[in-house]
T-cell receptor, first 114, second 113 residues
Framework: EAGVAQSPRYKIIEKRQSVAFWCNPI?????LYWYQQILGQGPKLLIQ????????DSQLPKDRFSAERLKGVDSTLKIQPAKLEDSAVYLC????????????FGSGTRLTVV | GDSVTQMEGPVTLSEEAFLTINCTYT??????LFWYVQYPGEGLQLLLK?????DKGSNKGFEATYRKETTSFHLEKGSVQVSDSAVYFC????????????FGTGTRLKVLA
């Protein structure tokens, strides 16, 4: 089966600019997750979707981050405006149900804010 | 709150050496436990899992046993290879609420030929 697709792989922007990341989960996976992985740290959940509804966005900085999953399939994560501390790898993952048996992760988007 | 603590890295071993990466957790209830591996430039890959106490997860020569009494899930491999060089993450999945995963900070393993 095809894996979780993410694009772009790399992005460099200046602070205060905006950026968007795209994710296409594994076909049939109802649950989609966006994680932020800062260098040297474990991934931190930003937002979790079940189909096209938000299940958990408690750690999403909503003043600058937004995410949508309009048709319950692919998803976009946006940052506007970006700050230096947003430099990280943004990982998308998906699972059939609620991840009892694990997630499948994409390769991530490495964001550098200068 | 729930948390996962891993031993700090980097861990440097010679090829064919025995590997242990310690992981302990704090959680209410009975979480599921996982080890993920991240190779350079790639996303995380599920390595193994255990969903209840005393379960042993295994894959590619790696093993970990869910120890409820010590709240641990240590990763072991009898003979490491250069290709095992990566960052290893221990994670738990909550059994209530939004079931989100909580990851440890990761342990970098470097295996020398």
């Amino acid at each position: 089966e095809a894996g979780v697709a993410q694009s772009p792989r790399y992005k460099i922007i200046e602070k205060r600019q905006s950026v968007a990341f795209w994710c296409n989960p594994i076909s049939g996976h109802a649950t989609l997750y966006w994680y932020q992985q800062i260098l040297g740290q474990g991934p931190k959940l930003l937002i979790q979707f079940q189909n096209n509804g938000v299940v958990d966005d408690s750690q999403l900085p909503k003043d600058r981050f937004s995410a949508e999953r309009l048709k319950g399939v692919d998803s976009t994560l946006k940052i506007q405006p970006a700050k230096l501390e947003d430099s990280a790898v943004y990982l998308c993952a998906s699972s059939l149900g609620e991840g009892l048996y694990g997630y499948t992760f994409g390769s991530g988007t490495r964001l550098t804010v200068v | 709150g729930d948390s996962v603590t891993q031993m700090e890295g980097p861990v440097t071993l010679s090829e064919e050496a025995f590997l242990t990466i310690n992981c302990t957790y704090t959680a209410t209830g009975y979480p599921s436990l996982f080890w993920y591996v991240q190779y350079p430039g790639e996303g995380l890959q599920l390595l193994l899992k255990a969903t209840k106490a005393d379960d042993k997860g295994s894959n590619k020569g790696f093993e970990a046993t869910y120890r409820k009494e010590t709240t641990s899930f240590h990763l072991e491999k009898g003979s490491v290879q250069v290709s095992d060089s990566a960052v290893y993450f221990c994670a738990l999945r909550r059994t209530s609420g939004t079931y989100k995963y909580i990851f440890g900070t990761g342990t970098r393993l470097k295996v020398l030929a």
